[in-house]
């Protein structure tokens, strides 16, 4: 069996349920979570023969930095209750594996200690309500070192869970959350995301923090267009890993149609949701990704054996891909287009 399989129930016999519940959960009925990974499966390969597979390299840039692998980790919350040194020991694995770390506003490590780590990041922002809060915390991640700005669209509100009994929220501790909020007596209306944004918030952003801007949360053609018209440097396909708008299409079929929508353009597209294999990666670059990203099997490898655990999760998804890409005559993945699938069964 593959190491990345057993990895989900490995982290479950080590985390409390509550927090096992929280990492894996969707939202409502869990139809898109559910889908995700089905809507990579689906897509058959047309590979190429008689081609020169005698050496791969799938490095490639996001943004200019240069990493040795097109496999990202996604921000994500509660690492500390994975790990007791959280993003610390996520940011750890990620740099030993040469890639990009996705760091959550929400995190439990200040943007100061990260920076320390060496490790490349991008801070997912979720502009609240109050704007002097983000505008504090988008400054403390510029003087931490963060290389761009992810800002998450997708979530004028929370998505709906269906728990029963304990939540993680009974079980966070001081020190587990929120560790680069502005000292200050916040209110909840302060932090609650602001529900009023519309395309100018990006060119607010660059010109705040004078880093480029990737938009999180796209599942459709125009909407990234709208984004790169109003200056927007990357565009990360995503339904939030299936915890906002339950029944919202499979990122593998959103893809193609994003895109193409920004094709010509300097803007990257990358893309989250359900990538368990190195097939799957080699089908997102195909279809126009230039990177991906995963998210819970981070926080499983996480759980359970801390950075060495997340660094073999990247190598071992890199070396996947790899051999995927000599099977389809692909030596680098600019030689991954669209033509490479068949329609998606």
């Known amino acids: 069996m593959r190491w990345i399989d057993t990895l989900e129930s490995a982290a479950a016999g080590k985390l409390p349920e509550a927090v096992h519940r929280y990492y894996r959960q969707g939202s409502a009925a869990g139809v898109s979570v559910g889908e995700a990974t089905a809507a990579w499966s689906a897509y058959r390969f047309r590979p190429r023969v008689l081609t020169d597979v005698s ?88 003087a931490g070192g963060a290389r761009a700005v992810v800002l998450t669209v997708d979530t004028p509100v929370v998505g709906r869970k269906e728990d029963e009994g304990e939540t993680v929220w009974d079980l966070v501790e001081p020190g587990q959350l929120l560790a680069n909020l502005p000292a200050g007596d916040w209110s909840d209306d302060d932090l609650a995301k602001a529900d009023d944004l519309d395309p100018d918030v990006i060119g607010w952003l660059a010109e705040r923090t004078g880093l480029p801007v990737v938009v999180k949360g796209v599942l459709r053609g125009d909407d990234a267009k709208r984004c790169a018209d109003a200056g927007a440097a990357g565009i990360i396909v995503s339904n939030h890993g299936g915890r906002q708008l339950d029944g919202s299409i499979p990122t593998a079929r959103a893809l193609p149609e994003v895109a193409e929508a920004v094709a010509g353009s300097n803007v990257e597209v990358y893309v989250d949701g359900g990538i368990r294999r190195g097939e799957h990666i080699l089908t997102a670059l195909a279809l126009g990704a230039r990177a991906v990203f995963v998210g819970r099997p981070a926080l499983w490898a996480l759980a359970v054996d801390s950075t060495p655990g997340v660094a073999r999760l990247l190598t071992d998804l890199t070396d996947e891909l790899t051999h995927a890409m000599r099977l389809a005559g692909a030596p680098n993945p600019t030689a991954l287009t669209p033509d490479l699938l068949a329609e998606p069964r």
């Open 55 to 142: 050496s791969i390299d799938p490095g490639t840039t996001v943004l200019g930095t240069p990493v040795a692998t097109p496999v990202l980790v996604a921000p994500s919350t509660m690492q500390r209750m994975a790990d007791p040194d959280g993003e610390l020991a996520m940011a750890r694995g990620v740099s030993a594996a040469g890639s990009v770390l996705g760091v959550s506003s929400n995190a439990g490590s200040t943007f100061a200690e990260l920076g320390a780590t060496g490790v490349p990041w991008w801070l997912q922002i979720y502009v609240v309500r109050n704007r002097d809060l983000t505008r504090q915390m988008l400054d403390a991640a510029v």
